[in-house]
């Protein structure tokens, strides 16, 4: 029995400089890569990215654009970053042309992949599935140009999915999207495990967990607790992911680099509460293990993280709108909850005690194998 193909275009992908980028993309396609045979496009951040890769079962391609060694996220976003990003995506796509495929064609991030895969699928070899996941929709999707390029691109999907019911309705509302699924991006099954390490400190211990930058929210966390502690708060701050950004003037957080799922899953274990002030957001996998942990979070409402809690049980929500005050709420908070520990308690509980499902990586493949199936009968 001939094996089905999948041909995935993403807008962001591990590569050899920064292996942990989009990790939760290249591990979903890895298990998804027992069922269907994959080829992968993805931009090459850094020269030293490879521009062919054969990764286990997983076929990938990058192309090279004028990215200046950095990310979107990093300020790799320009006009001359971004004309030639779809430049180069255009044109390794357009080896699809060439290729007889009779598959399914899947988009991670709709804005510019949408737009630019369109022209090389065919609703009937070769239909396009598109996985909206945060700043497609939310950042680039708003402006008059995104806007356009992503509603044209969605036009010809036949199946469009949404991280998040907000972004779901967001692509509704404003971009005509009559029929979109959520499907919120599931964690690694490392974290049904059973604690192996508790509390090690008395001082309340902080947890950070991703990118270090602005755009994520770890400049606000980062200055946050330095107030706390400049104010007297026996506070520490563990900081998981690799970026740019380090400590804030005479500050240094505990810096651990990338690690592994189970990694991540022992800070938590050790953590008392989870820090995620970000300026915009799907639904974040690291709130869903921070859920998996009955780890408190402190975090903006934005995107998908009101709707994985139970009104306020088990998180804090950082309601202030300018920089200095989100800060200066981070320092409150941490001060009360050195001084009242048993809200962290109650916290962990209500975790606990949620009937709100938490998502795994097996339950998206699951679903992506279902849809994959659907659209190609």
Known sequence: MAVPKLRVFSASWPGKVEPWRARFI????????????????APAVHPDDPTEEQDGNLRVRRFRYRSGGKSPRQGGVGLVQSCSWMLAGRKELKKWQSEQFD???????????AFLAAPFCNPEKSPMVVWCHGSDVHRHGRGILGSFLLRRGLKSAVKVMAASAEMASELKSLHGVSDVEVLPVGIDSVF?????IGRKEARLQALWVG????????????????????????VSLEVIGEGPLTGFRDYIPTL????DSAGVREAMDRADLLLLPSHGEGTPLVIQEARSRNLPVAATPVGGIPDLFEAENGWFPLNAKSETDLESEI???????ENQ??????CRQDLENSSIPIQYRCNNTDRLTEIFREVSS
Do not use: M, N
């Open 26 to 41: 290249r591990d979903l396609h890895a298990d998804l890569a027992h069922e269907f045979e994959t080829q992968v496009i």
């Open 341 to 346: 520990p048993e809200i962290l308690q109650k």
């Open 211 to 234: 990118e270090r930058i602005e755009s994520k929210g770890y400049g606000r966390a980062l200055r946050g607790v330095q107030q706390a502690v400049a104010r007297g708060v026996s």
């Open 256 to 259: 651990r680099g990338s690690v």
């Open 331 to 337: 320092c409150d908070l941490l001060a009360l909850l």
């Open 192 to 196: 049904q495990a059973p604690a192996k």
């Open 103 to 113: 598959g399914v064609t899947l988009v991670h991030w709709g804005l510019p992949g």
